[in-house]
DNA sequence: TATGAATGAGTCTTCATTCAT
DNA sequence: GATGAATGAAGACTCATTCAT
């Protein structure tokens, strides 16, 4: 009896919806969501498995490792981000501009929480013992570099290589402070939600140098 | 062979060194290094003890679940934390005191990644598979009401209840970013760290320039 | 040597033997046997596996626990006397049918040491510390009172209901020591075993002398 | 400086209190009293230390052996019945002898529930992994005796040996069934406990022969 | 004598992964 | 391509026991 037979015999019923390419966009999302909802140690092969409705050994056909798929899942994160950072960066300029991109960049962590915890909050695999080479990370150099665009574009071009990226590294820490924080401590007493976010993008420039009313200095 | 020749062979010994408080305190300092190193999920007890050179029943000797150890170690984290805060607290004031307090946070963070990272940055248990209520975050409202008062200290009485605790969360948020981020990620292309951190501490506070109030600016 | 050419080696290989619910029952008997023989506790996962010839985990593919396992074994063997006695209570009446249920029952326990034992005096989890509310005795209650309605049967209606009790518990504890006291310490001097059986039976009911109300009989 | 120097400096407490001999005792009601409550496999010699209030390695020199300990609680327990039977032996003849003698042994079952599960209902070690040649049991034999004894005291002369060993066993049978049942499983819907227990006495021997009321026989 | 400290062997259970079909 | 079944390795934790003091 050959394999063809015996499958029709024991009617072993596959799951015909969405084989190949969905499949596995169907497995990254149900993981994205498990990550982050009870973090990556927590899941196991067999959960995710499950939520999909499908084998644990066929995940295996997507994915060589758990820790391949959770690569893909940390890739495609940030490219989410990316993607959001993107799309807002051509839609207002000046001072504006960075008010803009740090409320898409905080609206992103708040209303995708699974995505930027994946992306930012995770403690990813570290083979050799050591601190990881984080792989998402350095994928997210690109959103880095997008947010240092916008940088440049609201600072005009008097500031110097070194006073950008410091100062886009300074504005990337203090929203990601934030996210992270709200995201993984939401019990702690917050002052309004709305009020902070909105104080904090506030805060991320200096205040325009000249008083811009009334007296003028300099 | 009998066991009492395979002892003498082997030399499995008792090991008579360290007992008490030391050894607990010995455990804590390992178990604090492999967490930050590996992440809590990562390490298991049977690594924590042969770190130590006992047995992994040994251990629950000094603690009586896994859990225990990690939230002890946490505490002490916290603990840190919170002295080094209240040490500089009284030794300032006005915009120097934000500026040590900030010096003081990120230093604590840089130079004792391994408590930072298990105060902050670590996945706690989460009881029922929502997110955690982790007693680390909880225990370490010390710490900012400790932030607090600095602030409070700095802004003079000018501000309302909520004014400060907006100021003060959006300070703690900005630091706690860059400390995370720079620990989490070190092979990013970092400017500077020492600038990094001097700007961002300089950040937390609007310049002095003109007080705004009163007299309207745009 | 990599693992493949070890496992080659060591020829572990799958066991494709007897999969599904074959694959159940073989564990049900293997534990009904070691559980009997050496008692619920003695019994470790571990050792029902290896008499079955799988791995450890495999038992898990059938069973979420060991509790759940024990559970199981229990609800067999009650059912199985259950059924038994099911299966004479049509076959006699009067005072015959007390005979057969009893001898029923003790050909049930002696016959099925391994079932009796482990529905009867095997000591089961005991939540809070105290005596253990038992799935198998309550599960057994279904048994007693089938043995309740042969005491109706044989008794006729002249009894009140907690007269019909009384000697139905009466009974079912005569019945129950001597299958126990047989099970549990088969090397005492006991007198020949049929004989001692068939006396204790007769013991369960008054002889049928004279009724000595009312009508006089034989 | 020399053990008993050190031991004065650390000041680490002895128990002074009942050692010896007194000691021995004292872990063996504590031990009597755990098992009973828990269980032989449940208690642990920590446990047992625990409950005497000294340290576990003490348990050591008093019992070579977990089982050894366990083994002079059951003869501990046997000798507790033996000695309850032997008291009430002499208390009364004919019929009411066997009356009394099932009454003292219900008694000491009901009332002293730990030693008579120790003694009868306990599973205890089976070494080879068989069953076992149970230390207790075969200690009672003593107790099995006294109660033959009473049955040839009740019965008179007409009876044969074995008729004598057969009425014996059936009745001692029925009266463990008894007791282990209501000792084992409490929350059983029993009758009133009173009046079963009173039924079952009373059938232990069959009625006297001659109808006992109006018309007297012998 | 008694103990604090320690331990090897064992408990149940879960995991990522692989095999044969 | 998919799966049911299985597994080695490891997880946290407990136990009876022993050693040095």
Redesign the pocket.
Known sequence: MD?DT??LITG?G??PKG??PE?REEILAHALRLFSEHGVHT?????IAGAVG????????YFP???ALVEEVCKRAFGALTERMRAVIGQASGRDLMATMGRAYVDFGLSQPDAYRVAFMIEVARPDGGLAQDPALMAGIEAYLLHREAVVKVMGGGLSEEAIDLLAQSQWASLHGLVSLLIARPTFPWVDRERLIEAHIDSLLPPPTAKPSRVSGT
């Open positions: 394999m015996a499958r072993t596959r799951k084989m190949g499949r899941v196991s092969t067999r959960q499908i084998s644990q050994p066929s995940l295996y056909a490792t758990k820790q």
